[in-house]
């Protein structure tokens, strides 16, 4: 039953190409050609060869411009980006199918679908519908792309650049009507730069750039030849009377700051105005009372939504005698000639890094042709896959002696995160008078130390020491610090079997993490190199096949998974289709507030749509305050806040929004409340079973919802923490911490919230095989326990932690009075 599982999880694999490390949306990563998406040869060629890309919109063509009229104009933009030194990607939908870059014929085809109740305007709510109706049903239904939807199509291909005509904006009076065109919410989560001339001056202009402030998105118009600030165009017309954010003075500028966004990288796109030019700018006064008088037929004649534009457009076209399509075809020719000049200087920036060796650059692989860095080209499942053995850095399994190999452990739980060579650097001033901190810019007296570090390394121990048989799987390199590790984990009786080691020959370097604390023993600074864990092999399913035979060659299964974020997305998707294939749960410790956000945007590649596939794989996460926001913040950027099933969820929760903040505040104080990390965790519950979000000196945080049968609801010694509701409730408990320490007792704050998850997981796993059922709410403080001994360690993890009393003997202890 197994195998099969693993196989169909083998073949869907295997269908995925690399997912570009900066998606903020819920994007899967698809084949370059498939039922629903194809890129063109040309294109496809282009972005792996480094060229520069441009991709167009068609509702220009489908809903803008005549037959044949809107033909030229495309064969006209097309050659415009070719002539300037660029590759075109024209996107649209032809059968249901999107294509990033069309050839004559399939480009003739669709334009000649104006018109046809069959083509449709596609924005990104669309594409579902036209993919499964059109490219899975058959039926024949044809779209050209808005800026919303050319926007995710280019991105899902790799391109980084889009030229287009005007950008839609808020209506007038849309702070009532919420009017506002999705290509504003789409600049927010989609990261690819739009080369436009600004909305429609028949729009709100202020509101419009204040919502793409809200909305994160950079802002900047094109000087063209001007000097000092200049105003935010108004399509037609070249001043609006509003001011730009910001000016740009040349494509080099504009290139560059789409190179350092990418390079961050800021999950929002960037939007560059490039006015009308002079010769076909129609003066303000004019088309301002132009627009005034369609704006207030169309409102007389009560046309709003969908058909306002076309009817205001077609309006203007009639009262301004044809100026206003005069304009627009100048204006979009500009837009294409700026935005494929920009592309070029983009292109130039990605070579220099690449020749420079730049890392995050993206660079070409010859042996695939591949991009291998962020944001990588969408590939065939073909390119996946190695073409040697001399492709794949060389891997081998840990020797663990003929005993382990033959008989391996029955393992409690299987730790896949990261191990690390850590060095602890604490600020010890010559003098008690001086500044806590250290001195930046000059060497400064300090207490050094080294000990094995790594997230995963700290997690696999604290549980060890805490009782439970454990087998870490994680990557060093057959180096000195790698070596060193290997026998730390050996020493602590910690299963080796799934480890892997990588030839520093081929650039693979062990993990190091550096701190630098202050006199308190707080981080000032800390410095990491886990590059290898973004090797390239790790991204490929038969690393994570052998590693599944490894773990299940014994005839026990883990009871747990324990993963942390130092894995890549690509990595941690199959990581989750793991959990999920072979049905055992997993716990999840962020690492950080950029790695946090990884576990949604991996859950929407692993489960393709399937948003409440995560609900069941991912029991546990151990978030600290920031690292909940990235988390909140990531599954509302990647839309599963929007998902049907949690709705459903928060539905069952019964929760009123009149009175909570007054319940938050009773049960957490004003300060966790304002800071949103109760109402953070409600949100999150939908998807992840039990958040324990730790909360530093003021302990931790357990959230988790109870069926309304479970006995807490209404016991007594509960009823403070449980917000009750309609099917289910929520429970939400804070855990002081269980003794006071002293500042001068803390020796290291490393390892603190790696030991809390670690014994967590032992104690879950004793009380599973005792026949109890396990509760995190008898655990936690236990946990805090051997937390504090850490905290006053200088190991990672206390080996004091083998001392402590076992769960359930620690619970009547401290709460005595509590049967449940």
Partial sequence: MLSRSLSRARARVSTLGPCPFHIPLPARCISTRSKLFEVAEEVEWALSAGKPVVALETTIYTHGFPYPENVALASHLESLVRVNGGVPATIGILNGKAHVGMRPEKLIELISTAGSKDTWKISRRDLGFIGGLGGIRGQKLNGGTTISGTMILAHLAGIKVFATGGLGGVHRGGENSMDISADLTELGRTPVAVISSGCKSFLDIP????????????????????????????????????????????????????????????????????????????????????????????????????????????????????????????????????????????????????????????????????????????????????????????????????????????????????IASDTSCDYLPFSADTEVSPILHTSNPAVISGSAGGVGRNVATAAQYAGAQVALSSVVADDLPGKALLKDLTSSGIDTTPMHILDPAKGARTAQYIAINDMNKDLVLAMGDFSIFAQPELDDPPHWDNLVGTIFASSSRPRWIVTDGNWSKVAFSSILRLAEESQIPLAFEPVSTVKASRLFEAASIAFQGRRQVISRVLNIATPNMLELAAMHQAAQNNGFFEDEHWWEVINDFGLSSAGSRDKFVRMLGKDLTDQGVPQQNIRLLPFIQHIVTKLGPQGSLLTMSLPSTDVRTSHP???????????????????????????????????VGDTLLGVMMAALVAEEKAGQQPRLDKIIPMAQKASILTLKSKDSVSPLIKTMPTTQSWWQESYPAVRV
């Fill in 207 to 418: 509101r419009t750039l204040e919502y793409l402030e809200t909305q994160g998105v950079g802002v900047a118009t094109f000087s063209d030849g001007r000097i000092g600030d200049v105003d935010f165009p108004a399509f037609f017309s070249r001043e609006s009377g509003v001011k730009s954010p910001r000016t740009i003075q040349s494509e080099a500028d504009a290139a560059a700051v789409i190179h350092a966004q990418f390079q961050l990288p800021v999950h929002s796109g960037l939007h560059f105005a490039n006015p009308v030019p002079e010769s076909a700018s129609m003066p303000r006064n004019e088309i301002d009372g132009i627009i005034a008088k369609a704006v207030a037929e169309a409102d007389a004649m009560g046309i709003t939504g969908a058909s306002n534009t076309p009817h205001i457009l077609k309006r203007i076209r009639e009262l301004s005698n044809n100026a206003s399509v005069i304009a627009n075809k100048a204006l979009i020719e500009a837009n294409v000639v700026r935005g494929t000049k920009v592309a070029v200087e983009l292109a130039k920036l990605e070579l220099a890094d690449k020749q420079e060796g730049t890392s995050g650059a993206p660079r070409i692989d010859a042996s695939r042709g591949a991009r291998t860095s962020q944001p990588p080209l969408l590939q065939t499942p073909d390119a996946l896959l190695p073409r040697s053995e001399d492709d794949r850095v060389s891997a081998r399994l840990i020797d663990s002696g003929a005993d382990a190999k033959h008989n391996p452990p029955a393992n409690d739980l299987l730790v896949i995160g990261s």
């Fill in 717 to 751: 010694d509960y009823l403070p923490f449980i917000l009750p509701g309609g099917k289910r409730s929520v429970y939400m408990r804070l855990f002081p911490p269980p003794t006071f320490v002293s500042q001068h007792e803390i020796v290291s704050v490393n390892g």
